[in-house]
């Protein structure tokens, strides 16, 4: 065989059999008939291949993100999805799908939004209906603010509390890392606030006590918290992160960040340092040194004396 026939037998993607004339060589790529069904659970960093169970009481998994515990059918067999957590369903080179089992566990509800999202920006922008239309069959790559809007949104329509809360740096600014969004939610389970990084797809603990947004300020410099795993997460889309005036691509910045926790830990001494929480079209803090410089960076922030700070938003604790 010759060199020009054998590269294009590579290209296009066929199989050969040895030992027989070329033009009886040439192999029908596998049909996607030989493919099956592929039906996984993701919980925390833990991911488990769902079984097919021999049932025909099995409905089409509706379209809408959350939904009960159950027997569902896809691609003509029944799983049964009988914990709270996130679902993926997937037949090769056809369709994926998933969804989120929720009742009341907010631990694998939380865990599932960070296995759906991922650090990028090519969804920045989009409206919350489109977000949950898409989030039925692919991953979400938003940065921290739209993801912690969505998220607040979200979590309102299913009655649980929650706020996007937010951090500055104090160190001079640049064009493109100077804070951080995250949400904090009330957790009736503990009667306290407790903050979540979803973008990082994480919380934390200091001496095994959830941390609310205040609290993780002042541990920040301290380095005294345990950094706690929500998914196991690819963490960023590194192929579309680019700004849209500039189209400088972020990848090496961001990868770099989350490439392990040490480094993670040096990036939020870097942004986690002025805790503001939003009420409101503005942002309070209460940091007395720095307020005209902190007030500068925009109007929307206010100053709260830290007393009437923690009684207008903490006093349920």
Known sequence: ????????????????????????????????????????????????????????????????????????????????????????FIFPVDENQQRIVYESNLDSLLSSICWIFSHGNIDDGEDFSYVNKKA??????????????????????????????????????????????????????????????????????????????????????????????????ANMDISNFRDRKSNFDFAFIVESRLSNEEKLREWYKHVIQIPLILDGKFSYFFNTEHVKKIQSYSSYHKFLEKDEFMKKFYQNE
Not at 6 to 35: F, M
Request: charged content about 25%.
């Open 1 to 88: 065989m010759n060199n020009k026939i054998s590269k294009e037998i590579k290209k296009i993607g066929v199989k050969t059999l040895s030992g027989v004339g070329l033009k009886d060589r040439i192999v029908e790529p596998p049909s996607k008939e030989q493919n099956t069904s592929l039906v996984y659970f993701a919980l925390m960093s833990n991911t488990e291949n769902i079984n097919s169970i021999e049932n025909d009481d099995g409905i089409p998994l509706p379209a809408s993100l959350i939904i009960s515990k159950g027997n569902y059918q896809f691609h003509g067999k029944t799983y049964r999805l009988d914990r709270e957590g996130l679902y993926r």
């Open 136 to 233: 039925l069959t692919s991953k979400i790559f938003v940065t921290c603010g739209p993801l912690s809007s969505w998220t607040n949104k979200f979590l309102d329509n299913l009655s649980i509390k929650s706020r996007i809360v937010s951090t500055l740096t104090l160190d001079p600014w640049n064009s493109y890392d100077n804070g951080h969004i995250l949400v904090e939610i009330f957790r009736y389970d503990l009667n306290k606030w407790v903050v979540y990084d979803l973008d990082n797809g994480c919380f934390f603990t200091c001496n095994k006590k959830p941390l609310s947004l205040t609290e993780f300020v002042e541990s920040v410099p301290l380095n005294n918290y345990e950094i706690h795993r929500l998914s196991n997460r």
